[in-house]
């Protein structure tokens, strides 16, 4: 790395001084289109873990010339400009990696290092299992400086795929869906089968999750940790081109006629990788495997259902704005709603930067803490960081 570049770094304390055994076992790809702002946070936060980062750039123009001779002077670090689908750079990558374990990443993300190395060392401790990972946290920005981390979105406690049976794993999956193999850890083997075989031709590139999720499940189980792992930002928009039509949900997509070859097509591809590896009737899984999707529909539904019932109510439409409206106006108002949020915080275990409650409940785990505290000042001091690079 250059020395400007590690001097500014040094200079605004975005280092992490913490090391774990196994992270340099471990490659972690990020693809990214049209956010390339995000690339830079991410090689400066896993700077010196020893982790192999590919960055797989779709983007419409190339990336800076100075923000890319800054990338290109972190260590363990390969950047690769490819305006192809993110389907074909995530097959793509698997010719890149060099580490015995890999995984997916988001670009705007933040993957917790201490969860990470539990999640390896649990694989390594029992061969059983081809993936793993950890609880999750919610990172949302609410004005400058100025963080909620919270825990009351994971759905990951207790949440395990230890199934003997392929079958029975994704029946446990379906009934109770979890996007549990995207994030997780994989030995390399596994992550090339899983990410490196998705099919071409969709409508949307949602569909790739599941793709990905059957190829895993297939070949075995997956597990979690109890350890956080996992930092997702609510506060980047989706960055959609015509390839990916993220706006496409899965279950639209099952239940329009419109798409019937696509599924038909991914229903045989499964069917026939599952015949392969279990020597089971093609035609009775292809029924099966459509009985599932048709259960997993039918929970989405009933899921969104209730999610549009609670924010369409008058009271939070109605009251909740009324009343910040009026405890911005008014200090005391303002300290009582603050009070609220942090008891909900406490409980929920949101982390409020500025806050007491920051250090009475998360210092205590020294690990959190301390990535927890790196992830937001890389996203406080990144303005500062790219004026000082000029």
Known sequence: MSNKVFNVIAELNLVSHN????????????????????????CIYWYGSGVQLIILDGSTVPLDR?????????ENVIYKYLPISIQERMCKSIDFIKKPFAMYC???????????????????????????MGQSLRLKWIKPKYFGISKIYNRFQ??????????????????????????????????????G?????????????????????????????????WVQSTNTDIVDNANDNRFLLVSDWWNSNSYNLEK???????????????????????????????????????????HDSYFNSRFINNIVPW???????????????????????????????????ISRRISKQKFLYEELSLITRILQEYELLLKKLQ
């Not at 100075?66 to 972190?74: Q, T, W």
Request: glycine share 4%; with cysteine.
């Open 19 to 42: 090391s774990h055994k196994y992270l340099s076992d471990l490659s972690i790809v990020i693809p990214t289109y049209n956010r390339q702002e995000l690339i830079l946070k991410q």
């Open 66 to 74: 100075k923000l890319l001779d800054s990338i290109n002077g972190f």
């Open 106 to 132: 988001s670009d705007d993300n933040f993957l917790l290092p201490f969860g990470v190395n539990a999640a390896i060392e649990k694989l390594i401790k029992d061969s059983n299992l081809v993936a793993c």
């Open 158 to 195: 207790n949440y395990n795929l230890l199934q003997d049976s392929p079958y029975e794993r994704l029946r446990y999956l379906f009934n109770n869906y979890n996007n549990i193999t995207s994030y997780a850890v994989m030995p390399t083997e596994v992550y090339k089968y899983s990410w």
């Open 197 to 229: 075989n998705l099919g071409d031709g969709y409508s949307t590139s949602n569909i790739y999750e599941f793709e990905q999720c059957f190829s895993t499940l297939i070949l075995g189980r997956v597990a979690t940790t109890k350890d956080f792992y």
């Open 264 to 306: 038909d097509y991914f229903l045989n591809k499964f069917s026939k990788i599952w015949n392969s590896l279990y020597g089971e009737d093609p035609i009775k899984i292809k029924k099966d495997l459509e009985i599932l999707f048709t259960v997993y529909v039918q929970g989405q539904s009933k899921r969104y259902s209730l």
């Open 323 to 357: 009343y910040r409206i009026l405890a911005n106006r008014f200090e005391f108002l303002g300290k009582i709603r603050r009070f609220i949020i942090n008891f909900i915080a406490l409980r929920s275990f949101v982390a409020l930067e500025d806050d007491w409650l």
